[in-house]
């Protein structure tokens, strides 16, 4: 069965780094393009980044470019999010999703094939 776990959300204070993850398991991960979303308490759900199935394409939101890295291992089937510099309203839930194989496939989709439950980042001022 296709699964889409993240783990690595905490409280941190503002400035601070963390890193999400994702791992995947069931179909072939490695060939979708995979990303990250975010919802804030009381907001709609907001793309943060995505990477192509090679990890050699990535795109970025306004709010993270700069901040945020994502990457993957596609031996491994983990996608990550290296997040710097954190602020508080970076506080959410982020999402991992895969879907298409390329960054355009991604974005332009109006519903992603696969979703992870979800890990809080909390960002304390």
């Known amino acids: 069965q296709a699964r889409l776990e993240e783990s690595g959300g905490r409280l941190v204070q503002a400035g601070a780094s963390l890193r999400l993850a994702c791992a995947a398991s069931?179909?072939?991960?490695?060939?979708?393009?995979m990303g990250w979303f975010r919802q804030a308490s009381g907001r709609e759900r907001e793309f943060v980044a995505v990477i192509n199935w090679s990890g050699t394409s990535t795109y970025y939101s306004d709010s993270a470019k700069g901040r945020f890295t994502i990457s993957r291992d596609n031996a491994k089937n983990v996608l990550y999010l290296q997040m710097n510099s954190l602020k508080p309203e970076d506080t959410a839930v982020y999402y991992c999703?895969?879907?298409?194989?390329?960054?355009?496939?991604?974005?332009?989709?109006?519903?992603?094939?696969?979703w992870g439950q979800g890990t809080q980042v909390t960002v304390s001022s």
């Open positions: 999703a895969a879907h298409g194989s390329s960054t355009t496939d991604f974005v332009q989709s109006a519903r992603l094939d696969y």
């Open positions: 069931g179909p072939t991960f490695r060939s979708y393009a």
